[in-house]
């Protein structure tokens, strides 16, 4: 299993990034997968998920502005985001995994966004 995230960096409000991921392993093929974020003492949320059929979903906060997607290949799903209208409270570690997913998984490292004038 590994997840890799990248595509983050600093922006200015209103800008635009595109955030990437490849989540190998079988277990991300069959099941939905998702966006979180992390900010210090905050919980982790989960921003965006899109189902393994392409249903997708959004937490309000972000809802018209940010958009995801997956491909799948054999093993491998490639996951991203397309984030416009940034604004600095979307500034955080942004991670990919499955969906749902547990504190106990395996979450890999993520990538920062920060989003700042």
């Known amino acids: 299993v590994q997840l890799q995230a990248s595509g983050g960096g600093l922006v200015q409000p209103g800008g635009s990034l595109r955030l990437s991921c490849a989540a190998s392993g079988s277990i991300f093929s069959i099941n939905g997968m998702g966006w979180y974020r992390q900010t210090p003492g905050k919980q982790r949320e989960l921003v965006a998920h899109i189902a393994s059929g392409g249903y997708t979903n959004y937490a309000d906060s972000v809802k018209g502005r940010f958009t995801i997607s997956r491909d799948n290949a054999k093993n491998t799903v490639y996951l991203q985001m397309q984030m416009d209208s940034l604004k600095p409270e979307d500034t955080a570690v942004y991670l990919c995994?499955?969906?749902?997913?547990?504190?106990?998984?395996?979450w890999g490292q993520g990538t920062q966004v920060t989003v700042s004038s």
């Open positions: 995994n499955k969906s749902p997913a547990f504190y106990s998984d395996y």
